[in-house]
């Protein structure tokens, strides 16, 4: 059956990676190991492979064809109507569009199921920016929340996210998406926590549902991420949502402190929570040298190094 729908989307603007061009691996069909609870795409049974794909050639024409309409291009975002590392070229794929990109840069968006086989971890060193998702650690919850297919094992997966840290020397961000009473439980942001340790992204990005789910789920609130975003103690965590409320105070350059040593904190929260007066004294902070601004896949972040 040949694939239907357009190999490549945008480019769009993105606030962490630029002009970003969409590349799809399964444009006519859902083809995807897991069958998320607050998936935007349709319900569908899970698969172990891609039965219908394009060729690697089809996919760097359509990329082509984008640089050529396109004056400006940042990023090539793999990405799939389900799971990108299913593709079965994707190894020759990423070589191919290394050999065309020019000053841009790649990024794959992968549920990272895959990324315990070597193959895998070795085709991902590849890309300039791998960001991979991880909504639960114990068993019972990825299942319920994740609906993986049987051949995905949670325990194997952080292992092969330690292993693939180590071999990556490019950017590496890791996704986690709260569903209520699911995984936004105390035991499971505590195991998350834990995992997220040993892994050591550069950035987590947390969120919650702002499409209209496959299933009947709910999203937490922006309280309960800021929450979860506090727990997770020296992480840089991007919090990611809509319309997030502010919550402006006065801070003294002791207590900013106090809120950077217990976790990083962005330009967005700081435009969320902070006074001008507050500001000027991070500024002060920056300009001696006690703070810096670092960029962390995209994001800038604040922090005492």
């Known amino acids: 059956m040949p694939y239907s729908n357009s190999l490549t989307f945008g480019p769009i603007p993105s606030r962490r ?10 444009p006519s069909t859902k083809q995807c190991n897991f069958d998320c609870l607050y998936c935007e795409l349709e319900a569908a049974k899970t698969v172990t492979h891609m039965d219908v794909y394009p060729k690697v050639s089809e996919v760097v024409e359509a990329v082509k064809d984008a640089f050529a309409k396109h004056e400006k291009i940042d990023v090539l975002t793999i990405t799939a109507n389900g799971e990108p590392t299913l593709y079965p070229k994707l190894d020759e794929l990423v070589d191919a569009l ?4 020019g000053n841009a840069k790649t990024l794959i968006l992968s549920n990272g199921a895959n990324i315990y086989n070597p193959t895998i971890q070795n085709t991902l060193t590849k890309i300039d920016t791998v960001k991979l998702s991880l909504d639960c650690v114990s068993k019972e919850c990825f ?3 994740d609906r993986v297919d049987d051949s995905v094992d949670v325990e194997k997966i952080v292992e092969g996210m330690i292993e693939f840290r180590a071999k990556h020397t490019n950017s590496f961000v890791l996704e986690v998406l709260f569903v209520k009473t699911l995984n936004d439980k105390p035991k499971e942001i505590e ?3 834990e995992a997220i340790q040993k892994i050591n992204p550069d950035r987590v990005d947390i969120g919650t549902i702002d499409r209209p789910p496959a299933y009947n789920v709910k999203p937490v609130s922006y309280e309960t991420l800021s929450s979860i975003a506090n727990s997770f103690e020296g992480v840089n965590v991007n919090i990611a949502y809509k319309d ?5 105070q006065n801070f003294t350059e002791e207590e900013i402190l106090t809120l950077l040593q217990r976790r990083p ?3 967005e929260d700081v435009d969320n929570m902070f006074t001008q007066k507050t500001q000027i004294s991070l500024q ?4 001696s040298g006690k703070v810096k601004l670092v960029d962390s896949s995209g994001v800038k972040f604040y922090k005492i190094l």
């Open 17 to 26: 990676f630029g002009i970003s061009l969409g590349i799809d691996l399964s």
């Open 265 to 267: 904190l962005t330009l």
């Open 98 to 101: 290394d050999g065309i990109k």
């Open 143 to 145: 299942k319920k929340l």
């Open 244 to 248: 997030r409320p502010k919550a402006i």
């Open 284 to 287: 002060s902070l920056l300009n």
């Open 191 to 193: 195991l998350l926590y």
